[in-house]
């Protein structure tokens, strides 16, 4: 399966080869009709301006066809004929450098290798260029057209082009595999927060919900069967249910907190307009609102609150201020799950803010805020994406460079010795002309830009490229002999590749332009002025391709890292909701055979709340939602943090409780730690007056042992990893749960 890197290059490589052919057959074919003069002119006419409707015609239908095999078939057998028929369009001229024929042939086979698998384009090139060497023996037998040179430049023109196309999309693979990797490292990553963040705003649900009910009840506020019990009963059970909102649903705030403050005794004063969120901050801020107005209850010690929505420009605000006793909110502990977690955490770790200003005597004013807009993290894609198009194309062209060097220039310089006043310019230049493209190469391997030590090297290509020239008999300039006067413009490709393509373009042209200054300067060269544009053209378009395709891949790998993003968004979306959906079935499994029963009793009427049996249920079970709650912090002893937890509901319900604590412990599993302080639960939920904990610990065992007038407790049992023991004195009760590292 491609990625999306790959998926982005092909179509876009394909439309701009065809691009590519369309401007540069167009000119070089309209710059001949213009110029020079062919055997048959009218039948020249028709041929070159079929050929550009075609083509014109083939760039527009190719990417948008189902068949593109037939396009290609009918393109390929009009581009036998266009080299079959060139008795009638190119005249023999060994001034010319080239004809435009062979620059349509060249161009098109080089543009091919984005259209068609690799045999089909071996099978092609061996088709068209046998045609073309056939087609110049028709119209000059024995000339100068018929070039066993250039057949063998274009086979390996078109092999050079294979191999460009082979390495760009070579990097295109390996950005995709790089960025798979890194967005499986993401989603995890992101699965992880989204479980943490899931887990803790279920715990904060249920201590704004299930639990205080369930405390309320232990506590013995309520005295029998009441119907607004029953309704919150039914409310707690939908979030032990786990039940979530749709994410990219939008809602109403003022009509959620309508709702929140409807379940309470107080008297609202509203303030604001109502604002549209989406529905998950919409419920953030509802069920914070919902906390802040339960303590006002508990605490405040008054029956007004004024609620204010703001909407400012990249948040909307809500907040909760009374005029009751106030607090100082630096001196609540931190293990009380209110204040510091059901509201501040819950709101930072949703990306919003929370704030409780207060002081004695002054109320408290709670305030929240989400933000209306969130910034996507950007990530590295598109510069890795970026990076390997570079690499590939890079790699391309330094194979490319080099094949010239060795299998064209090489040759032509050691054939070409009389073209020449001495061989040590042509060799320095050769020589230098490797090394920059050696050098460049080892910068590549190393993955090391060459930053501002390209501009030196600038500078010796246009020196190697002039001493070559001047070492030229003025006769063979321009000329085949004259090997370097285009070749080293792929040095300047290599150096400025990753530039602006007017840099680029401006540089390249200069390189050229400062070749032809010295044979104007002479007065003499080995080509015409149509054969200096010919023979130019067909190699300065090609390098100015390789600048274009630069340009090209820069913007792709923009595109191809928002597409995998947005491809990855979807795949982390799917996962982490699939996972939550099992953690949610999990959670829910967990308080199945507790926490429900209790609920749908209550909320059924068929628990009577005034019943002993049902108050200490609840006692109970508010107690290990206490627990539950406590585990999700991060201390340096969970045990007795939990155990505070615990302490401190006992404490709600009426029974005041010493605690102390001797010795070390190791940091144990949440489940031994859970079978530790299970009895402790039990004992203190029934307690009558005063209650002793105690924890003791070596680095093999720990102990928690609880001394209270509670209900009869079983003298002996086994816990898994815990065993427990119980001693009676009179209605007292010693209890104590043992680990035992084994």
């Keep these: 399966m491609m990625g999306s890197a790959e998926r982005e290059l092909l179509p876009k490589g394909m439309r701009y080869a065809l691009g590519l052919r369309l401007v540069l057959v167009g000119t070089s074919s309209l710059w001949s009709l213009l110029f020079a003069v062919a055997p048959n002119q009218a039948i020249t006419t028709v041929i070159i301006l079929g050929l550009n409707l075609w083509n014109l015609w083939y760039a527009y239908a190719l990417p948008r066809s189902t068949r593109r095999h037939w396009l290609v078939a009918v393109d390929v057998v009009l581009l036998c004929g266009v080299v079959l028929t060139q008795f009638w369009t190119v005249t023999s001229d060994p001034r010319a450098g080239g004809t435009w024929v062979l620059i349509a042939m060249a161009i098109s086979l080089i543009t091919y290798p984005w259209l068609v698998r690799g045999w089909v384009l071996a099978a092609i090139t061996v088709l068209i260029v046998g045609l073309h060497y056939a087609g110049t023996w028709l119209a000059d037998p024995g000339g100068w057209l018929v070039s066993e040179a250039v057949v063998v430049w274009t086979v390996a023109e078109v092999a050079l082009s294979w191999g460009l196309y082979r390495f760009v999309r070579r990097s295109a693979r390996a950005a995709d595999r790089v960025v798979e990797r890194e967005e499986a490292l993401r989603r995890e990553a992101a699965v992880s927060a989204a479980r943490r963040a899931d887990e803790r705003e279920y715990l904060a649900a249920l201590h704004d919900t299930a639990s205080a009910t369930l405390l309320m009840v232990g506590a013995g506020v309520v005295q029998g069967r009441e119907s607004w019990l029953a309704e919150q009963a039914a409310r707690d059970l939908r979030e032990v249910s786990g039940s979530q909102v749709e994410p990219t649903a939008e809602t109403g705030l003022f009509e959620l907190l309508r709702e929140v ?45 004024g609620i204010r929505v703001l909407q400012e420009e990249n948040a909307v605000t809500v907040e909760v201020e009374d005029t009751g006793k106030g607090f100082t909110p630096e001196q609540i502990p931190d293990h009380r799950y209110g204040v510091t977690r059901s509201l501040v955490e819950r709101m930072t770790r949703a990306g919003g803010s929370a704030e409780i200003i207060s002081s004695p005597g002054a109320g408290t004013t709670v305030r929240m805020a989400v933000p209306l807009r969130r910034e996507q993290p950007s990530g590295d894609d598109a510069k890795l994406i970026g990076t390997s198009f570079q690499r590939g194309l890079r790699w391309g062209v330094i194979v490319m460079s080099t094949a010239i060097l060795f299998g064209l220039d090489l040759p032509r310089l050691l054939s070409s010795q009389d073209a020449y006043y001495v061989m040590w310019p042509q060799y320095v230049t050769w ?50 002999a004259h090997w370097s006067e285009g070749d080293a413009g792929w040095q300047v490709v290599l150096l400025l590749m990753d530039s602006r393509v007017v840099v680029f373009a401006s540089v390249l042209v200069a390189q050229y332009l400062m070749t032809f200054g010295v044979a104007i300067f002479v007065g003499q060269s080995a080509l015409s002025v149509v054969g200096v544009v010919n023979a130019t053209w067909a190699v300065l378009t090609y390098q100015l391709a390789i600048a274009m395709i630069a340009a090209v891949l820069r913007g792709l790998a923009v595109r191809s890292a928002k597409v995998a993003r947005d491809e990855e968004q979807l795949r982390t979306a799917e996962a982490v909701a699939q996972q939550l959906h099992e953690d949610r079935k999990q959670r829910y499994a967990g308080l199945a055979d507790t926490t429900v029963p209790l609920l749908q009793g209550l909320a059924s009427g068929d628990l009577d709340p005034a019943e002993e049996t049902v108050r200490r249920g609840c006692a109970v079970e508010a107690a290990r939602m206490r627990r539950l709650f406590a585990e999700g912090s991060t201390v340096s002893d969970p045990l007795l943090h939990e155990l505070r937890a615990c302490i401190e509901t006992a404490e709600r319900l009426g029974v005041p409780v010493s605690f102390a604590e001797r010795g070390t412990r190791p940091t144990l599993p949440a489940q031994i ?45 086994d816990m898994g990893d815990v065993s427990i023991s119980a001693m009676q004195n009179g209605d007292r009760w010693w209890i104590q749960a043992t680990w035992q590292l084994t």
């Design 431 to 480: 020589f230098g002309l490797l090394a920059v493209t050696l050098v460049v190469a080892v910068a590549t391997w190393r993955d090391k830009p060459l930053g501002r030590w390209r501009w030196p090297l600038l500078v010796v290509v246009f020196g190697l490229s002039l001493l070559g020239a001047l070492s030229m008999r003025p006769e063979y300039l321009l000329g085949p």
């Design 261 to 305: 403050a409807a379940d309470t005794p107080l008297q609202i004063s509203w303030a604001g307009e109502d604002v549209r969120l989406p529905a998950v901050d919409a419920v953030l801020l509802s069920r914070g609102v919902r906390e802040a107005l339960t303590n006002v209850v508990r605490h405040a010690d008054t029956d007004h609150v």
């Design 673 to 717: 730690r859970r079978r530790l302080t299970e009895p402790t639960i039990a004992a203190l939920a029934t307690a009558r007056g005063k209650a002793r904990v105690t924890v003791t610990g070596t680095d093999e065992t720990v102990t928690v042992s609880v001394l209270a007038a509670c209900e009869p407790f079983s003298s002996t049992s």
